[in-house]
């Protein structure tokens, strides 16, 4: 069963919402090593393992690139767009920002800034492709 682009789109800003909480259980794992402080959380920042300080870093990067993808997506999914393009798009930019996380997690900069780039571009391009469609 193929699903139309509409779904596609509607389904990619729900992943990419999850995808957002995603790196938050790390760096809940982390605070739970050194002793999670509830009258200072933001305090603790410096006591935490590097891996759960790049996990936060990953948790507040990705409600950036959230912002952008579902604004994209809205526009393509109001501007009726059906290609294989857009669906394409949605679909890499949510496993673009899957592997961003796990890169930055695991401090592998290089394939964490091309994830950025290649989420980027499918922002991009769903941006693109609705302003087409209302400006013909």
Known sequence: MELPTSAILVDAIFVA????YLPFLLVAYGRLQV?????A????FDKLPPFAQRATWAH???????????AAALCAYVTGQDSQLAAASAIIFVCARLLYSVFYIFNISLARSLMFAVGSTCISILFILSLITVNQ
């Not at 507040?60 to 579902?70: D, G, P, T």
């Open 17 to 20: 919402f999850v995808l957002v």
């Open 41 to 44: 959380p933001r305090a603790m």
């Open 60 to 70: 507040q990067n990705s409600f950036e690139a959230f912002m952008l993808f579902s």
């Open 35 to 39: 002793g999670y402080e509830m009258s």
